[in-house]
Structure formats: structure tokens, C-alpha cells
């Protein structure tokens, strides 16, 4: 089996959604740190409850803003890569693919 073309947008959605999820994992892991920084600085004066509060709050920030800014980032790039791919295959021929 030879692929000797992919479809550009579709390998842009497929690419997005999986940035996405990459997206929110990484924006899970701020919120989780910026949660114990709440927790850790919380205890303290006044000061140190802003500082977590604001660690808390760009945890919260990071959950919804990474996985939009990702999502448009792997769209983008699996266009490029699904359109450059098909120009390339189209010069050299497709990708080889043995499958049973």
C-alpha cells in the first residue's frame, strides 16, 4: 500500500485535537502546582495569601488557556505538514506502507 496523498484539513483537526489533550495535561500540572503554591503560601501573612491565590488563579488560567493555544498551534502545524507532505509525495512518490 502506497499513501500518496493525505487530506489537509483533516490531518489538521485529527493534529489539534491531539495538542489539545497535550494542552490540557500540561495546564492540569500548572493547576496542580499552582495549588500547593496556594497551599504553601497561604499560611503566611497577607502577602503570602495573594501569592497563592495568584498561583491558584494562573493554574486555573493555564487549564483553559493551553489547550485553545495548542489546539490552534497542532491545526496549524497539521495543515502545513499534511500540505508539504503531498507536494513532496507527489515529486517522489508516497510512503510505503506493508500491512497484513
Known sequence: M???RI???KAGVIQAC???LFGLVIGLFFLLFGTMLAGLAGG???GGAAL???GM???IGMVIFLPIMYGVMGFLAGVIGAAV???VAGIVGGLEIDVE
Open 2 to 4: 502506497v499513501i500518496k
Open 7 to 9: 487530506g489537509v484539513l
Open 18 to 20: 491531539v495538542m489539545a
Open 44 to 46: 503566611g501573612s497577607d
Open 52 to 54: 497563592g491565590a495568584m
Open 57 to 59: 488563579l494562573g493554574g
Open 85 to 87: 507532505y503531498n507536494l
